[in-house]
């Protein structure tokens, strides 16, 4: 068990965004072999930079709600690859990067994902709505990247990833069309907050929790 794990409190879903393109040298130390491996086989210098600085900086979070050492924290992996801590099962977390910006999200009960796209790739989405859209949604252009980036967070809450084909799932939206419920997946709802212009986010969660929107949490536009 992870020193001060036992006694953390997590009464709050917290969105918290991070800046990606700043100097990370003095992060590197946080990182596990096995991280630092991962990070060397990025081809760009810049893309093995902002993934460095975003596990580092998940790594920094994560442990100021354990009060414990960053460095200390081990991670193991889901089947498809989802990370999670084996000595605080009950902190649920998780992490998505585009392009120099990360979103992590926590929260007090779980799984939980989250999904960050840039508004640019909507136009790219058009040419592969067979492969993510339900027929029973509607494939206005205005639609699409909600729908992508909404089923993007909720295969990262089941730990399934793209290995659970996007299209099988259907999203029914709700009159605020802030929020929407996977068909057959009542236990959860799928959070749409503002706050980063540029971008589409979706925040899946457990059903009875508050969105990022309605919980005091840390604003999703304040940078660290």
């Known amino acids: 068990m992870i020193e001060g794990a036992a006694s953390a409190l997590h009464h709050q879903v917290e969105l918290i965004a991070v800046s990606l393109d700043r100097d990370g040298s003095g992060l590197a130390g946080l990182l596990s072999p096995d991280e630092l491996i991962r ?6 210098d810049q893309d093995r930079q902002r993934w ?14 354990l009060t414990c050492d960053p460095k200390g924290l081990v991670f193991r992996y889901g089947e498809f690859g989802k990370p999670f801590l084996p000595d605080a099962p009950s902190l649920h977390f998780n992490l998505s990067r585009s392009g120099g910006v990360a979103l ?14 840039a508004a640019t790739r909507s136009s790219g989405l058009a040419g592969c709505v067979p492969s993510f859209c339900h027929p029973s949604e509607s494939a206005a252009p205005e639609n699409l990247l909600k729908i992508w980036c909404g089923k993007e967070a909720y295969l990262k809450a089941l730990g399934t990833g793209l290995s659970t084909e996007p299209h099988r799932i259907a999203l029914d939206w709700q009159p605020d069309s ?10 959860f709802r799928i959070h749409f907050p ?3 212009p540029g971008y589409c986010i979706a925040a899946a969660l457990p059903a009875h929790l508050p969105g990022p929107s309605e919980a005091s949490s840390t604003p999703i536009a304040k940078q660290r």
């Open 178 to 187: 802030t929020t929407a419920t996977p068909r057959h997946g009542e236990n």
């Open 52 to 65: 460095m600085v975003a596990r580092a900086t998940l790594r920094i979070l994560l442990a100021e709600r």
């Open 39 to 44: 990070a060397q086989a990025f081809r760009y």
């Open 104 to 117: 992590v999200l926590i929260a007090p009960s779980g799984p939980v994902g989250v999904d960050l796209e």
């Open 194 to 196: 503002e706050g980063l």
